[in-house]
């Protein structure tokens, strides 16, 4: 099949065409406008590998980001006329956001109907996920990182031959489930081509995703990313961003690695070779990382970090609530969080907020709090450490973590059957949270405090702000400090009103659509089944009770 379509031009070896594709984001929410302009780096930096495939042509078509190609009368890429204009002969699929999952399955019908072979990776992918992709016509699953084992796999497809020797794969053979064994984790990062984003088609980038670590020691209860830290050299981070600025005049950067500044002294070269590379350049980068808040004590740190031209920390707060942080094995302490943003703030950096609300507890736990209690709790919080801008999402049970296993055994997961995994984007109540919240008060109250956060008043504040600019200058006298405090407060207001329009879109878009029905349907099922196993335990308990 895959030799009949692939190009053979003039009696040579035919090329061949990998499309990487991204499914879309199940329905608007508070990334929607981001990802117009970005894209995932996991399928970049999968098919840029391929590329150095002798033989093979790439290309990624993400669906958040898609302006240019062809459409299907309701707006989705048309993947048939794709297909039709361009013959891919292997097809990967990115499941690296679960709530992305049901569209990757619409989409594998798609190119199943048309006799394409596929492939798929991403985080999604683990424990019964990955039978349940099988099952669903995807004919190999990559588990963990993809360049290698798919630069392997590939060739051994093509050809037809067997996948037993392909480390890391999943795939069936005689309707039997075949694990080949674990792949080593990565430590050779040089091993790989810089990410290539001249391979992403139909799209507009903006803000250009770079990483330098993969995988995190601190073991979360509700993350997937785990495995031992590993880290690439400052050289070849640098070269992320030089090469996405040359080849594409980039300015804006995500660097998406979980935890900035973990590898202190890495961390700091990287930061000078930054520096120097503007100054020779000319540019002005506007650079986003995640960090922790421990980091706002190190000067020397914090210094280079500005000199970089890092402009904006993403903070992963979680909780002001110090049982909640415990729970989830988050080492931080709400007494000092409030401190330690404000160093952050005063030496210059925007934070955005990241927070859950409703972390459920362990059992057995004595905490109760009520949902009026907790927004008092957060507005509190986020007023008193200034926080620029926030995100408050409630716990997603994903697929392979701790807390699904809990959630799971304790029988307070309302199941993804009836409620659909498109709702697994943090904004949407996936289990029986703790007494007294409902899974009902538990979104409002989370949806409350990004309301109130994110006010229309902020639109005003745009304007004032314009009209203030030059009185600060000139009654501070000091151009630079007038200049600076002036902008922080003009991106606060405009980021802030950017919010309220995305919250007013996110709540319209609610309305119409069906959760509160599937949330019903499933509380009355999870509530039914302990009804059942309460039963069963009694009559195990009572001898006298006559067998059902
Ligand atoms: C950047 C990021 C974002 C960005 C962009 C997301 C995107 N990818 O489009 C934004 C800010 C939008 C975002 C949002 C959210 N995110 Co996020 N995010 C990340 C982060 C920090 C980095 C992703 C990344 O670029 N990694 C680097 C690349 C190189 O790794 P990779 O994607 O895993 O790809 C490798 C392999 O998986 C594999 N692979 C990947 N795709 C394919 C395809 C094929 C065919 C093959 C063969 C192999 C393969 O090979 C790649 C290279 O080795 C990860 C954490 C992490 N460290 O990975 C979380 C992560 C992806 N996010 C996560 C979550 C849950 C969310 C949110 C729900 C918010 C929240 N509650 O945390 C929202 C969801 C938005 C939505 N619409 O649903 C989870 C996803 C887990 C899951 N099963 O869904 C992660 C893993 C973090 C976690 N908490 O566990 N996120
Ligand atoms: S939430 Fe962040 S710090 Fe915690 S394990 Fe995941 S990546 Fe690491």
């Not at 300015?251 to 990287?270: H, M, P, S, T, Y």
Request: glycine share 8%; proline share 6%; charged share 25%.
């Amino acid at each position: 099949m895959i030799l009949e379509r692939s190009r053979r031009v003039g009696g040579a070896e035919p090329r061949r065409l990998l499309r990487l594709i991204c499914p879309a984001y199940p329905t608007f929410n508070i990334y929607s406008a981001q990802a117009r302009v970005t894209t995932a780096l996991g399928p970049i930096c999968v098919a840029t590998a391929v590329h150095e495939l002798p033989g093979w042509d790439v290309e990624v078509i993400d669906e958040n980001n898609y302006h240019y190609g062809p459409r299907e009368p309701e707006g989705k890429p048309d993947h048939e006329a794709i297909q039709r204009s361009r013959q891919a002969d292997v097809v990967g699929l990115y499941g690296g956001l679960t709530s992305t999952i049901p569209r990757l399955y619409e989409i594998a019908r798609l190119y199943g109907r048309m006799g394409v072979t596929m492939i798929a990776g991403g985080q999604h992918f683990i424990e019964d996920c990955i039978d349940e992709a099988l099952d669903r016509g995807i004919g190999v699953i990559v588990k963990g990182e993809g360049e290698l084992a798919i630069v392997e796999l590939l060739p051994k497809l093509i050809a037809g031959e067997g996948l037993s020797s392909v480390a890391g794969l999943a795939y069936l053979d005689g309707g039997r489930i075949v694990h080949t064994p674990d792949r080593p984790l990565m430590t050779d990062f040089d091993l790989l081509p810089i990410p290539d984003f001249s391979i992403l088609r139909y799209a507009k980038m903006r803000l250009f995703p770079v990483t330098g670590v993969r995988g995190c020691g601190m073991d979360c209860e509700f993350c997937t990313v785990n495995g031992r830290p590993r880290f690439a050299t400052p050289q070849r981070i640098m070269a992320q961003f030089a090469s996405a600025h040359e080849k594409h005049r980039a300015k804006r950067f995500f660097l998406v690695d979980d935890l900035f500044g973990q590898n202190r002294a890495e961390a700091i070269e990287l930061c000078g070779l930054l520096r120097d590379y503007q100054a020779d350049m000319g540019a002005n980068f506007d650079i986003t990382v995640q960090i922790r808040l421990d980091k706002a004590r190190d000067e020397e740190l914090l210094q280079a970090m500005r000199e970089a031209n890092i402009q904006m920390l993403a903070i992963g707060f979680e909780s002001p609530i110090a049982a909640e942080l415990q729970a989830m094995n988050k080492r931080l302490d709400p007494a000092e969080m409030i401190e330690l943003t404000q160093m952050y703030h005063r030496s210059g950096f925007h934070v955005h907020g990241m927070f859950i609300f409703g972390y459920p507890l362990p059992e057995g736990s004595a905490f109760r709090m009520s949902a009026k209690e907790r927004i008092r709790h957060f507005q509190r919080f986020i007023r008193k450490a200034r926080i620029d801008t926030l995100q408050v999402l409630l716990p997603v049970p994903l697929p392979g973590t701790k807390l699904t296993r809990r959630l799971r055994d304790r029988g307070r997961l309302l199941p993804s059957q009836l409620v659909g995994l498109e709702y697994y984007d943090g904004n949407f109540p996936l289990f029986e949270p703790d007494d007294p919240l409902t899974p009902e008060t538990m979104q409002d109250a989370a949806r409350l405090i990004m309301r109130r956060f994110y006010r229309p008043m902020q639109m005003f504040n745009v304007a004032m702000n314009i009209l203030a600019f030059p009185a600060m200058v000139f009654w501070l006298y000091r151009l630079r400090v007038g200049w600076g405090r002036w902008s922080r407060r003009w991106w606060r207001s405009i980021y802030r009103t950017g919010g309220w329009f995305i919250i007013r879109r996110w709540t319209a878009a609610f309305k119409k659509d069906a959760f509160l029905a599937k949330l019903a349907e499933a509380k009355r099922h999870i509530r039914s089944q302990a009804r059942t196993s309460t039963e069963h335990q009694e009559d195990e308990a009572d001898p006298r009770q006559p067998a059902r």
